[in-house]
């Protein structure tokens, strides 16, 4: 499984989207096979993820679980209202990964509708900028054009007798039979593609696919394989399970003669009277003792896990919130957590695995106190440790519209200039800079050139407890 490594802002953003709830109000929509349209939200995904994925050219490597569907939705090989209910049902949870988000909603699909198999979700696909090759089969075509076009997609002949099968029994098969599929019994000959598929190999796999328990193990592996169909350049993760320990939501400031240190402890909950404490070291000169400065976390947050995680036997999340102050002179290297379970067994030291949770400067902080967020608009302020004029900017991700044809909110990223922030004076060291920012950003890294050195902070979406 994919290991979390702190600080990584694409694993962070996916494993919450996945695993805690509030972070995933869109994958509620299809649970218990949601109905609409005379269709189903599950079936809808599905066949948005596909004809995502239908881009794809094995050969080229190019196009595949991509995003480009935004910019495809509206040619007629993707007819239907499901397809752009879908996209406004996905952009109710935007997340700069998108591409990750579409194949997201479909394991989410499949175990909203009817308990199927859990599929393996890895992270890192990129979204396209462009709409992709018009590659979607459709029902008019004969047999020969559809084995070309799943060999395009790297499926072989049997491969898409069952991944038809498997995308078909979401819309026709569910709680009814294969009967009505109007691709096997419709009037129209010419669209029997179902029926040209299914048989062309004397039903030799639709009848191996009859049981159950194969049918489930087959449609899993295909249906995995198809929403890791990326471009050949992308690099997907490990499949991303609940993480066991996880920090969130860690910020340095300074505040009132201090850096005020803010960090989130998240455990699995199970059932444990667990007790945590952060631990930290200088970055300069001894101002802690040799076994580190602490403190014990001062609340404890009981947080509802995503019901793809009780799937996983996790139903629920502890925050162990730590409001922390250190010295402003000696500053603050790295720091790790001492995990008590109050069982008896020796504490579970958390330390990034070998690496530490490492800070990497305290030139350029995001400044959560000073920084407001209303409603009306927000701004962003950062302290920047210099007297001298420091030249600040910050790297945002948005969401909007990408044109007028498209009315998705898509990701684009933007540069906002900070400038001296006259509201709020030079303190503790450190001279602020602010921007307002608009409300549909999601996160941001903030750069600072100061004295000829950079320096880069990532202010992500804000949550923090003490805040
Ligand atoms: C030769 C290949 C395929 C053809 C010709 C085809 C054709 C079609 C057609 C004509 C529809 C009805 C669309 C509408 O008017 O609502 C449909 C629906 C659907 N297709 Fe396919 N399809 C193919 C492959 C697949 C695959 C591989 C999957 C997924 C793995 C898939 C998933 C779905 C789903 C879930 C629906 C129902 C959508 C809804 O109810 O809103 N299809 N397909």
Avoid at 85 to 106: C, R
Avoid at 202 to 223: G, H, K, P, Y
Avoid at 432 to 454: E, K, P
Wanted: hydrophobic letters at 40%.
């Amino acid at each position: 499984a994919a290991v979390f490594h702190w600080p990584d802002p694409m694993l962070d953003t996916l494993e919450d989207s996945l695993y805690v709830n509030h972070f995933s109000p869109v994958s509620a929509f299809a649970l218990n096979c949601a109905p609409r349209d005379n269709s189903t939200i599950a079936a809808q995904w599905l066949r948005l993820a596909y004809h995502d994925m239908a881009t794809h050219n094995a050969t080229t490597g190019t196009g595949g679980m991509d995003a480009s569907i935004t910019y495809e939705y509206t040619r007629s090989q993707n007819i239907g209202v499901g397809m752009l209910e879908s996209l406004v049902d996905l952009a109710e949870s935007p997340n700069q990964y998108v591409g990750s988000w579409y194949g997201f909603s479909f394991v989410n699909a499949v175990i909203g509708c009817g308990g199927g198999p859990v599929i393996p979700f890895r992270g890192g696909r990129k979204d396209a900028t462009e709409a992709g090759p018009a590659t979607v089969p459709e029902p008019q075509q004969d047999l020969a054009s559809h084995i070309a076009s799943f060999k395009d997609q790297g499926f072989n002949e049997t491969e898409m007798i069952s991944l038809v099968a498997c995308g078909h029994s979401f819309e026709y098969l569910s709680g009814t039979t294969v009967t009505e599929n109007v691709l096997v019994v419709g009037s129209n000959v010419t669209t029997r593609s179902d029926l040209r598929i299914f048989s062309s190999d004397n039903n030799a796999t639709m009848q191996r696919l009859a049981s159950l328990d194969t049918f489930n193990q087959v449609c899993a592996d295909l249906i995995g394989r198809m929403i890791d169909t990326v471009p050949k350049d992308v690099q997907l993760t490990d499949p991303i399970e609940p993480f066991d320990f996880k920090v969130k939501e860690t910020m340095l400031f300074p505040q009132g003669g201090s850096l005020a240190f803010l960090a989130t402890m998240r455990t699995i909950d199970d059932g444990m009277n667990r007790t945590v404490k952060i631990f930290w070291k200088e970055r300069t000169g001894s101002f802690c003792p040799s076994e580190g400065c602490s403190v014990s976390s001062f609340q404890v947050n009981n947080v509802e896990a995503s019901f793809l995680a009780t799937l996983k036997g996790v139903q629920s999340f502890n925050e162990h919130s730590f409001n922390a102050f250190i010295d402003l002179a000696t500053s603050i290297s790295h720091f790790w957590f001492e995990v008590d379970n109050n069982d008896g067994s020796a504490p579970i030291i958390v330390e990034n695995h070998g690496t530490n949770f490492t800070i990497d400067q305290d030139v350029l902080l995001f400044d959560p106190r000073r920084s407001g967020f209303t409603i009306a608009g927000n701004f962003m302020v950062v302290g920047v440790k210099t007297s001298s004029p420091a030249d600040v900017a910050a790297l945002a991700t948005v969401f909007g519209p990408v044109n007028c044809v498209n009315i998705i909110p898509m990701p684009s990223n933007t540069t906002i200039s900070l400038t001296l922030d006259s509201s709020h004076p030079p303190a503790d060291g450190y001279t602020f800079y602010a921007a307002r920012r608009s409300n549909s950003y999601s996160s941001s890294t903030c750069h600072a050139t100061v004295d000829g050195t950079a320096y880069s902070v990532w202010v992500p979406t804000l949550s923090a407890p003490g805040v």
